[in-house]
Antibody
Framework: QVQLQESGPGLVKPSETLSLTCSIS????????WSWIRQPPGKGLEWIGY???????NYNPSLKSRVTISADTSKNQVSLKLKSVTAADTAIYYC????????????WGKGITVTVSS | EIVLTQSPGTLSLSPGERATLSCRAS???????LAWYQQKPGQAPRLLIY???SRATAIPDRFSGSGSGTDFTLTISRLEPEDFAVYYC??????????FGQGTKLEI
């Protein structure tokens, strides 16, 4: 059974870069879309972007200028970098997997809380 | 960019009742890529329905999805206490971008 585990700093200073890693166990990166999705406190879900194992990426237009998603297939990890963060980037960040036929997200990590504050 | 609008924002019902949640797209979308999720407090979302009407693995048959074009519905036939949660619809569009609705809170 595939499991996803997010890791990274829980506190990031304004204007710095948020960096998170998703470690994938029990399955391969290949043939799936790996998304990062976030949820600000008390609010709904916001899709950030995805990586597809053939090096294809796509990002939410509202975040595109600040986001990079990449993968290390040798480590079975997907990473998120979000630069120039502000308090508005404070959220729970989820790593998630979608199959390429339905694009529905069938596996989610537990999420990691990231706070942007000085 | 497709915008998904869910209604109502909050739905107050009792166990045993039927719940009907709506998701409306700003333009016609493929039902193949319309999904519904359930999220309980402190938990990650869980996939309920994909392809507008197919139940995900281990989802009880009291959950059903329907719709096409711009209007989609999630129906819970007989509410159980564990069904009170927030529900989101989601679409993957032709521009290869994801969008989520703002959510419907189902409360007792």
């Amino acid at each position: 059974q595939v499991q996803l585990q997010e890791s990274g700093p829980g506190l990031v200073k304004p204007s710095e870069t948020l960096s998170l890693t998703c470690s994938i166990s029990g399955g391969s990166i290949r043939n799936y879309y790996w998304s990062w999705i976030r949820q600000p406190p008390g609010k709904g879900l916001e899709w950030i972007g995805y990586f597809y194992y053939s090096e294809r990426t796509n990002y939410n237009p509202s975040l595109k200028s600040r986001v990079t998603i990449s993968a290390d297939t040798s480590k079975n990890q997907v990473s998120l970098k979000l630069k120039s963060v502000t308090a508005a980037d404070t959220a729970i960040y989820y790593c998630a997997r979608a199959a390429g036929d339905t694009f529905s997200v069938d596996v989610w990590g537990k999420g990691i809380t990231v706070t942007v504050s000085s | 960019e497709i915008v998904l609008t869910q209604s109502p924002g909050t739905l107050s019902l009792s166990p045993g009742e039927r719940a009907t949640l709506s998701c409306r797209a700003s333009q016609s979308v493929s039902s193949n890529y319309l999904a519904w999720y359930q999220q309980k407090p402190g938990q990650a979302p869980r996939l309920l329905i994909y392809g507008a009407s197919s139940r995900a693995t281990a989802i009880p048959d009291r959950f059903s999805g329907s719709g096409s074009g711009t209007d989609f519905t999630l129906t819970i036939s007989r509410l159980e206490p564990e069904d009170f949660a927030v529900y989101y619809c989601q679409h993957f569009g032709s521009s290869l971008l994801y969008s989520f609705g703002q959510g419907t809170k189902l409360e007792i």
